[in-house]
């Protein structure tokens, strides 16, 4: 398994431009996982439903399973968030990880910059970060920059800059 992450200020295009590479990197035959990092209290499942009230009921873990998917959803009741290395353990095997979030975990990244959102790049202290994708002008960029808008060679960059998990340190 190879991983490579998503980098960005909220509002600047992960998700979008997640959603976008996904569908060209599968249709090429990869695997594809991805772990999203959220920094607010989420809920995956809806009240009232069996699983929830097993949650609520004080499950540490509920897996729900059907003939199309399953989920399992783990209570951290108090525990410490997992690492990203953790979580990433706890992945089925497939060809590449894509990590949105964990903006300051040491793994290789792509930088997504919008101007419009007012926050500065990230790249210049983040060493991991190896690209830099807007459609903004961005004359003061230190890394290699990519159209957002060139998915395909956005795709090929991700594949190229994408470590194997072992080699992660």
Known sequence: MRVIGLAGWSG???TTLLARLIPLLTGEGLRVSTIKHAHHNFDVDKPGKDSWTHRQAGASEVLVVSDTRWALMHELRGDA?????ELLGKLSECDLV????FKR???PKIEIWRAEVGKPLLHPDDPAIVLLTSDDP??????PILPLSDLPALARAVLSAARPIGALG
């Open 98 to 101: 894509i990590v949105e979030g």
């Open 81 to 85: 968030e997992p690492s990203l290395t």
């Open 105 to 107: 975990e040491p793994i």
């Open 12 to 14: 600047s295009g992960k």
């Open 138 to 143: 961005c004359p003061q960029a230190c890394v």
